[in-house]
């Protein structure tokens, strides 16, 4: 299983980034799909998730209202809509797969996710 993030970059505060995250090696679309930043000297937490059908999605509450999870199942590829950037969101971000497939709980909790990335820089500059 592979997970290959991309679209990082450095930015200014207000700007967008869109992320993706191209997947391999496992059946796209029976997997809730999660993404997790890191900043710097702090733990990695939770961003957003979508389920495998992606009817439903669930953001942290930094980043609710400003990002946007999303999906696309005929491509195994799956996305990052970020708006009004901040600094705060500079971080390394990572996106993951559930360990289970087919799971009826979207979970916010990195033990939950089993396949991850190698993550993407993201940098915002005030």
């Known amino acids: 299983v592979q997970l290959q993030a991309s679209g990082g970059g450095l930015v200014q505060t207000g700007d967008s980034l869109k992320l993706s995250c191209l997947t391999s090696?496992?059946?796209?679309?029976?997997?809730?799909m999660g993404w997790f930043r890191r900043a710097p000297g702090k733990e990695r937490e939770f961003v957003a998730a979508?389920?495998?059908?992606?009817?439903?999605?669930y953001y942290g509450d930094p980043v609710k209202g400003r990002f946007t999870i999303s999906r696309d199942n005929t491509r195994t590829t799956y996305y990052l809509q970020m708006n009004n950037l901040k600094p705060e969101d500079t971080a390394v971000y990572y996106c993951?797969?559930?360990?289970?497939?087919?799971?009826?709980?979207?979970?916010?909790?990195?033990?939950?996710?089993?396949?991850w990335g190698q993550g993407t820089q993201v940098t915002v500059s005030s």
């Open positions: 090696g496992l059946t796209f679309g029976s997997y809730n």
């Open positions: 993951a797969a559930d360990k289970d497939n087919y799971s009826g709980d979207v979970s916010t909790y990195l033990s939950s996710y089993e396949y």
């Open positions: 979508i389920s495998w059908r992606g009817g439903r999605t």
